[in-house]
C-alpha cells in the first residue's frame, strides 16, 4: 500500500506565496514520478508540475515562472512553491505519485487566493 500525505495549504493574498509538502510512504521505486494537480470548481483535473521518474521537470504553462517543484527522491518527498499568486490559482491541489503505470493520490488540500 502506498498513502501520500499533503501539507502547506490555506489562504493568502493574491501576489503572496504558499509551499505545500508531499511526502509517500510504501513499497516505493527509485522510477517513480511525482508531481501536483490542482482542480478548480466546475473544471478539470490538471497538472500543475511533476518531476519524471527520469528526472525530468514539466510545469503547466500557467505558472511557469511563478511555481517551482522540487524533490527528495530518496525520501520520495515533493515540494511546491507557489509565488505570486493569483485568484486563478484557487483550487484543491493534490499530491500524486506514480510508478508502474499505477496512480497513488493524497486527498488534498485547499488553496484560496484573494484579490
Known amino acids: 500500500q502506498v498513502q501520500l500525505v499533503e501539507s502547506g495549504g490555506g489562504l493568502v493574498q493574491a501576489g503572496g506565496s504558499l509551499r505545500l509538502s508531499c511526502a509517500a510512504s510504501?513499497?516505493?521505486?527509485?522510477?517513480?514520478?511525482m508531481g501536483w494537480f490542482r482542480q478548480a470548481p466546475g473544471k478539470q483535473r490538471e497538472l500543475v508540475a511533476r518531476?519524471?521518474?527520469?528526472?525530468?521537470?514539466n510545469y503547466a504553462d500557467s505558472v511557469k515562472g511563478r511555481f517551482t517543484i522540487s524533490g527528495d527522491n530518496a525520501k520520495k518527498m515533493v515540494d511546491l512553491q507557489m509565488n505570486s499568486l493569483k485568484p486563478e490559482d484557487t483550487a484543491v491541489y493534490y499530491c500524486?505519485?506514480?510508478?508502474?503505470?499505477?496512480?497513488?493520490w493524497g486527498r488534498g488540500t485547499q488553496v484560496t487566493v484573494s484579490s
Open positions: 510504501g513499497r516505493i521505486g527509485s522510477s517513480a514520478a
Open positions: 500524486q505519485l506514480s510508478y508502474w503505470g499505477q496512480a497513488y
Open positions: 518531476i519524471t521518474g527520469g528526472g525530468n521537470f
